[in-house]
């Protein structure tokens, strides 16, 4: 095993208590992740989906328990430290794809995968809005391509990508911010937020505001107020955000409203997408993780048989390629967690005696071995 690996590929945002993120980095399919000194109660995000979690080894740990998409953990304090090993597989395809004749709608695969093709509030696929998206899609397709739900999915990608402006902030606001365009052609960006936005809108340090507002420039090929309007917003927003906790968004979110104004976050983007696809007969689900560095970010998995989930990024790409998961970490541990965690990505499948040998290690060890340690009885 390279010991390079022991580098985990796990991101941990801003202080203590904060946010965990995790990426298979390569084509590893399995990783362990080590959590040590759980002090109370408490879980871990679960997407079985996308990965399948396997405690192989609880030390001073009284049950587990599965609710939802969590796993529980709930320590016994009483014989000290508490800790877990846990086997994580990934269930996505990390290969390109690129055999689209080989992708066929399967009335099994609909069966079991049902509860990824209901409609929902943000996924709302029966609106006008979806459906004539869905008839241009059908219009657009040859008669052999109608019935394959890799063309299915890639026209959904590209309408998605193609059609909704990615912005950080509501259409109200970059409409207001688009007729300062127009009244003030000659002033200053800063200037302009002050013009259009109230006191309300624009909280914080007006000096920090100022700063900020000095350091964005407009690109000039952009001519139209409504696309300067966009970037200034969206540039803004990157290096002080607070559109997304001050403004309202929750009339925006859906697929038909996102549709109908043409511009959205990334999950509005992604809203889009998913009821594209489920409209069609193609499950999808939802992923809420990390663009890393640029924070936040949502983004799509889709089931397509007989290949299973793959991971799409609507907003960013508007082709099936290979999967970017150096930069899409996804969501495993909140900022209430308190423990100590690692990842340890495995650069082949670990066998059965490696289990065996890292499990009898750790749970005779007196305390809570280092990721190193138990490293070492593997590869023993």
Request: proline share 5%; glycine share 4%; aromatic share 14%.
């Amino acid at each position: 095993m390279n010991r390079e690996v022991f580098v985990a590929k796990l991101w941990k945002t801003g202080g203590p208590y904060s946010d965990f993120f995790f990426s298979f980095e390569k084509e590893e399919k399995q990783a362990i992740l080590y959590i040590r000194n759980i002090d109370r109660k408490q879980f871990i995000r679960t997407q079985p989906e996308l990965f399948s979690f396997d405690c192989f080894s609880l030390k001073n740990i009284n049950e587990t328990k599965c609710d939802e998409n969590r796993l529980w953990f709930n320590p016994n304090l009483k014989k000290g430290n508490a800790g877990v090993l846990i086997l994580v597989t990934s269930n996505t395809r990390k290969e390109l794809i690129d055999i689209p004749e080989r992708f066929f709608h399967s009335k099994n695969a609909q069966v079991s995968k049902r509860v990824y093709l209901q409609e929902e509030d943000l996924f709302d696929y029966s609106s006008r809005e979806v459906q004539g998206v869905v008839s241009q899609i059908n219009n657009t397709l040859s008669v052999e391509k109608k019935g394959n739900p890799y063309f299915q999915a890639l026209s959904a990608l590209q309408w998605s990508n193609w059609n909704i402006k990615y912005c950080r902030a509501t259409k109200e606001m970059v409409k207001k911010l688009e007729k300062s365009l127009y009244q003030y052609p000659n002033h200053d960006i800063y200037s302009l937020l002050l013009e259009t936005f109230t006191s309300n809108e624009l909280p914080g340090n007006m000096s920090e505001i100022k700063k900020i507002a000095s350091d964005i420039i407009v690109p000039g090929y952009m001519t139209k107020n409504f696309q300067k309007a966009c970037y200034i917003l969206n540039e803004f927003d990157r290096k002080h955000p607070f559109f997304l906790e001050r403004w309202p968004f929750e009339n925006y979110l859906s697929a038909s409203n996102t549709i109908r104004n043409r511009l959205g976050k990334c999950d509005c983007i992604t809203h889009v997408f998913i009821a594209l696809c489920r409209a069609m007969g193609i499950p999808a689900i939802k992923i809420l993780g990390q663009l890393h560095p640029e924070g936040w970010h949502a983004w799509a998995s889709i089931y397509l048989h007989p290949f299973g989930w793959i991971d799409v990024d609507p907003t960013n790409s508007s082709r099936f390629e290979k999967f970017n998961h150096r930069s899409h970490l996804y969501h495993i541990l909140g900022p209430q967690f308190k423990g100590e965690v690692d990842f340890l990505p495995l650069d082949e499948p670990i066998t059965d005696e490696m289990i065996h040998s890292c499990k009898k290690f750790y749970e005779q060890s007196s305390v809570n071995p280092s990721l190193y340690s138990l490293l070492s009885s593997i590869e023993k």
